[in-house]
């Protein structure tokens, strides 16, 4: 009797526990399918891209295009519009950077102005004629992305194109040119019914079958676009915001984006965009295994400009012998071991010859001028990146010698702030042969000494050497 009263009251129970557990999966069914359909609509609004990996990070790892922006949050459910951008053909690798600085202040004030959008910046590869060979060069060749992404989504072109396989590629181009108002300056963009593309030869764009096609980064076979609108436009970044906000298509291009001027420059956001910009690792231990393996002494960097100054801009630069006087003098008062040059002197420049006849050894990269040392003798870079190899070597010198008016001594000073070197180690400028015109120098002796500066505002000091 007691076994036939257990196996009763087990089986009521397991019954009523069984009832229990069917009406609470059927009451859940709703909440699970509607939980479904959610993630099968955030899948869909993240777009093909979401299960897109980038292997060029600038890193050397490997990372999900749908990773954290700036703000530190994965937002997949945000619509994802791409900012293209081009500058005018043969502009040098300098501006180039200076205009990178311009448009990341324009996405980070979209990010403010638009934050339903998720929007990503996508890198126009390097075309410089400067470096003579090399072309279509990604920036990962240059800078270390990760530091960029710290601050703003971006990506490579040709990471871009796996993501839009389509023609066009291109929804929108807003093809912008200078808006002069006879003195005036009324910060705004006008749309024009015709566009002018004569000032800048092939830098513009013909319509073929209904698309718009043009150079494109020198992909024009690859690329088109949908729509071209052409604006004339005055003052800095922001005026593009609401026109890229009441601009329709996923990716949208600004060609001729030297147009815009800086927003804010100098203030406390520019240093912040300009500290992002770190060079890519691979150049920064190259810079360092020369200086420490090839030099190997306390020296000083000297950047000096030759080429078409020699031609076009005499009064600006020394002559050799007085060139070799300062360099001397400088060595001599902060008792340096060596030299370091950084120069875009030609080979067949006699009259530079003279720069070996210091009292102590001269470097330049890739080859030394000191040409007994096998470890100078090779280098495995291009062209521009034996450029930036330069500039590191100039940051990290103990003193240095810039010249006048030129972008690249600019960007050595930049960056030598950066890294936190004293302003007196850094603002010394090669003395022009016409001091007189020259307000914004100070004579020291031989050495002439910059006035002008932009002392960076601190921050994160990320690992720049």
């Known amino acids: 009797t007691h076994n036939t009263h257990t196996r009763h009251t087990y089986t009521h129970t397991h019954t009523s526990y069984l009832a229990s557990l069917i009406q609470f999966r059927m009451r859940a069914l709703p909440l ?12 869909a609004a993240s777009g093909a891209d979401a299960n897109i990996q980038s292997t060029s990070s600038g890193s050397g790892t490997k990372r999900e295009e749908d990773s954290c922006t700036a703000d530190g949050m994965c ?93 066009p590629v291109i929804d929108h181009v807003l093809h912008l040119e200078n808006l002069w108002l006879d ?3 009324e910060p705004q963009v006008v749309p024009q019914e015709t566009c002018n593309f004569d000032t800048y030869p092939g830098a513009g764009y013909n319509k073929i079958n209904g698309e718009w096609r043009g150079r494109f980064f020198g992909r024009g076979q690859h690329i088109a676009a949908a729509k071209l609108t052409c604006f004339k436009a005055m003052g800095d970044v922001t005026v593009m915001v609401n026109t890229l906000k009441n601009t329709s298509g996923s990716a949208v291009m600004i060609a001729r984006g030297e147009t815009l001027l800086h927003k804010g420059f100098g203030d406390k956001e520019f240093w912040r965009i300009r500290r992002s910009m770190v060079f890519a690792s691979a150049l920064r231990q190259e810079a360092k295994r020369f200086r420490e393996k090839v030099i190997g002494v306390p020296y000083l960097g000297v950047h000096m400009r030759r080429s078409d100054f020699v031609a076009v801009r005499q009064g600006d630069i020394p002559s050799i012998t007085e060139a070799v006087k300062q360099i001397s003098d400088l060595v001599k008062k902060h008792s340096l071991k060596a030299v370091f040059l950084a120069t875009d002197a030609r080979s067949n420049d006699k009259e530079f010859q003279k720069m070996f006849k210091l009292d102590v050894p001269v470097y330049r990269y890739p080859t030394g001028l000191d040409i007994l040392n096998k470890e100078a003798s090779a280098s495995q870079f291009n062209d521009g990146e034996r450029a930036v190899i330069d500039q590191l070597l100039c940051i990290n010198a103990d003193i240095f010698l810039g010249s006048l008016e030129s972008t690249f001594t600019g960007k050595i000073r930049e960056e030598r702030q950066l890294i936190r070197k004293e302003t007196s180690t850094t603002q010394n400028s090669l003395c022009p042969s016409d001091f007189s015109k020259h307000e914004e120098l100070k004579r020291d002796g031989t050495n002439c000494i910059s006035k002008e500066s932009w002392p960076a505002i601190k921050g994160e000091p990320y690992d720049r050497a």
């Open 183 to 185: 003195g005036k300056w």
């Open 75 to 167: 937002d997949l459910a945000r619509p994802r519009r791409f900012l293209l951008y081009s500058i005018n053909p043969g502009e040098g690798f300098n501006l180039a950077r200076d205009i990178y600085l311009r448009i990341a202040k324009l996405m980070l004030e979209l990010k403010s102005a638009d934050n339903g959008t998720r929007w990503t910046l996508v890198l126009p590869p390097f075309s410089n004629p400067h470096w003579l060979t090399q072309a279509d060069v990604p920036w990962s060749n240059f800078f270390d992305l990760s530091h960029l992404r710290k601050l703003i989504d971006v990506v490579e072109l040709d990471e871009f194109l796996d993501l839009r396989k389509r023609i």
């Open 32 to 43: 699970i399918a509607a939980t479904a359909v959610l993630l099968m609509l955030l899948m």
